[in-house]
């Protein structure tokens, strides 16, 4: 019996290391002198604005509630406001760029690999880079950006995953309690500050957001890379 429970236990622990978006079998290429395909695939990405009010308690017995009513509406309309503005700010594919860019130096760096940006000429490995969501939300007294990616290497021909590393970042867009007086806050004001920030946001400082957020990534990604291939060499 226990040896059944120890067989479970190590099933459950490989699926949970699977799981974790990270793969690494360079150790069992030699990838030094081919070359290397680098793409961006964007066409998945997903876009939203997390600003649902349901955390809102509506009481019947409030004098409230017709301003958390008028809150929630306005929460809903502006949230679609918000994620129409930033489907057409944020670009998946510059972002995805920045990050493959990271890669691309990295690889020739430590590697010697030859990197080729076009598909029409010879090459035995791919690396792909995904931008899976983007999202705006506002957690405490502050709106934030996060970007949420993966990429990975391929064998062309077999599509064997050699590869694989996801990342996210958030940054810091606008903090809207700055300015109130801690003895003066009140939840009600704070809403309503962050409703108006959201509706001020521009397309450019979104988009300046994206790019701040796939640089960090594209670091993050490195530093991965750097380790996995360390640790392939032991």
């Known amino acids: ?19 974790c978006g990270s793969t690494n079998k360079l150790g069992k290429y030699n990838l030094s002198g081919e070359s290397i395909l680098f793409k961006t695939q964007d066409n998945d990405t997903e876009f939203h604005a997390d600003f649902n009010d349901s955390d809102i308690d509506i009481d019947v017995e409030s004098v409230n509630v017709i301003l958390n009513f008028a809150k929630s509406l ?7 406001d918000v994620e129409e503005k930033l489907y057409k700010a944020a670009t998946p594919e510059k972002a995805g760029n920045v990050i493959s860019h990271e890669l691309q130096k990295t690889m020739v760096k430590y590697v010697n690999i030859i990197p ?3 598909f ?4 035995n490995y791919v690396v792909t880079t995904y931008i899976e969501d983007i999202i705006l939300k506002s ?15 391929r ?9 694989e590393e996801s990342e996210s970042e958030t940054v810091p867009l606008k903090s809207y309690l700055d300015d109130i007086d801690k003895d003066d806050y009140d939840e009600n004001l ?6 108006s ?3 001020t946001l521009s397309q450019e400082q979104l988009n300046e957001a994206v790019e701040l957020a796939s640089k960090k990534i594209g670091r993050e990604m490195v530093e991965e890379f750097i380790e996995d291939l360390s640790d392939s060499s032991r």
């Open 1 to 19: 019996m226990k040896k059944i429970i120890l067989a479970v236990l190590i099933i459950v622990f490989v699926i949970i290391i699977q799981s």
């Open 74 to 80: 306005a929460t809903q309309y502006v949230t679609k």
């Open 116 to 118: 080729v940006n076009n």
């Open 120 to 123: 029409e000429k010879n090459y």
């Open 139 to 153: 957690e405490g007294s502050g709106i934030y950006l996060s970007v949420n990616a993966r990429c990975d290497m």
């Open 155 to 163: 064998k062309r021909h077999t599509a064997e995953l050699i590869w």
């Open 190 to 195: 704070s809403d309503v500050i962050m409703l």
């Open 197 to 199: 920030e959201l509706v």
